[in-house]
């Protein structure tokens, strides 16, 4: 069970990153470094709360999207990650 959702919280902040790409370059390394020390600070969560914590990477990554105009289809993939 943990090795499963470890290779959840891996797909996601792979996807993160895949969409901080998409952002405007002045904004790419701030986003960049705000994921990785959310991921690395949650690594120890308990396992019972990850599901809530998969919810809310996707619902900042929206926000974060859209406070920048990008498409919130660009998130799909996150949201089948977060989600599945």
């Given at each position: 069970?943990?090795?499963?959702?470890?290779?959840?919280?891996?797909?996601?902040?792979?996807?993160?990153?895949?969409?901080?790409?998409?952002?405007?370059?002045?904004t790419?390394p701030y986003?960049?470094?705000?994921?990785?020390?959310?991921?690395?600070?949650?690594?120890?969560?308990d396992?019972?709360?990850?599901?809530?914590?998969?919810?809310?990477t996707?619902t900042?990554?929206?926000?974060?999207?859209?406070?920048?105009?990008?498409?919130?289809?660009?998130?799909?993939?996150?949201?089948?990650?977060?989600f599945?």
């Open positions: 069970m943990f090795a499963i959702e470890m290779q959840k919280a891996l797909r996601a902040y792979g996807e993160v990153l895949r969409l901080v790409r998409r952002l405007p370059k002045d790419r986003y960049a470094k705000y994921a990785r020390e959310n991921f690395v600070n949650y690594r120890d969560v396992p019972n709360d990850l599901q809530d914590l998969f919810k809310r996707y900042h990554a929206l926000w974060v999207l859209n406070k920048y105009s990008v498409d919130e289809a660009a998130a799909n993939k996150l949201k089948g990650v977060c599945d």
